[in-house]
């Protein structure tokens, strides 16, 4: 890996500031290692949840001009079954890795916190924004930022690693929701989990594509979304942002960069360019700074705050 592209998050040196993001690949411990040898500097497992999930039926993705809408679910193995995964997969590679966790209550987000204290990951995802679930959980916690602050303030008493809250694009105001995760102590944020939800039609058919008929948007169509979101975020709190949302190239990276985000999540893209895209993105950062006469990727300028 380029030396150039090195970076820290939290204090831990990581070797690309590329993230595979929850959700992307399966919950195997060969799925990470796979995108770590790809180039991701860290690596994120499936939002796991206190007990196994079979998600929802399918379809459960559907491509579009722009994107892809989907409903998985939250699918996952549970948080013993995932813990395990993660233990293999650290006996292969020092990547840095998030334990992503679900839960609809303080007490269970407590709970799965003290699964995870007892593991070999290095920081905990609090996932308070899935929007697949609506049907079965209502609006996401990330909604109330009272609700994120009181999660996110437990659990920072309880947890052992560094949090990092990932809040939903879907909200009024997210610099609201931002601070609310950041005072509660929050050491970083995760954003944006998908937008909308949304739904595409089976014209033939004429019914929904997606058997949940609705899913979350992902994609290069929600790059501005992301940006817009991510920069007036930067502008307001001081902790670092893993910024994500339609990343596809070197160049959609430098963007959120200069938006304000520390670290960038890879994830659809993985669809559109293979699994080599975290190399391919991590090769076309440097060539932008070769390009532009930058040192390194922390000498590129952020934009001026709001």
Do not use: W
């Amino acid at each position: 890996m380029h030396k150039r592209l090195k970076t820290k998050f939290l204090g831990v040196e990581i070797k690309s500031p590329l993230v595979l993001p929850a959700g992307i690949m399966d919950m195997s411990f060969s799925g990470l290692k796979v995108c770590n040898e790809n180039g991701a500097g860290i690596v994120t497992s499936k939002s796991l949840t206190l007990e196994p999930r079979s998600g929802h039926k399918g379809p459960v993705v559907a491509e579009f001009e722009g994107g892809f809408l989907n409903a998985m679910g939250l699918c996952n193995p549970g948080i013993a079954d995932g813990l395990a995964e993660i233990k293999e997969f650290k006996e292969y590679s020092a990547t840095p890795v998030i334990v992503s966790v679900f839960a609809t209550n303080t007490d269970d987000f407590l709970k799965l916190s003290e699964y995870v204290n007892n593991s070999k990951a290095d920081f905990l995802e609090l996932n308070l924004s899935c929007p697949n679930v609506y049907d079965e959980f209502g609006i996401p916690l990330a909604s109330s930022k009272n609700k994120v602050f009181e999660i996110v303030k437990a659990v920072k008493t309880k947890s052992k690693l560094p949090i990092i809250a990932k809040l939903s694009p879907n909200v009024l105001s997210i610099t609201d929701i931002a601070v609310s995760a950041e005072n509660a102590g929050a050491d970083a944020l995760c954003m944006i989990n998908t937008v909308g939800p949304g739904m595409l039609i089976d014209t033939k058919m004429v019914k929904p594509v997606l058997f949940n008929k609705f899913g979350g948007l992902s994609g290069p169509c929600i790059k501005p979304v992301a940006l817009k979101l991510i920069y007036q975020t930067y502008s307001t709190v001081k902790i670092p942002i893993i910024g994500m949302g339609g990343v596809t190239s070197g160049n959609d990276a430098i963007e959120m960069v200069m938006a304000g985000a520390s670290a960038i999540g890879v994830g659809t893209a993985v669809y559109y360019r293979g699994i080599e895209v975290f190399d391919k993105i991590n090769k076309e950062i440097i060539d932008f700074l070769d390009e532009n006469d930058y040192t390194s990727l922390e000498n590129v300028p952020k934009l001026e705050k709001l």
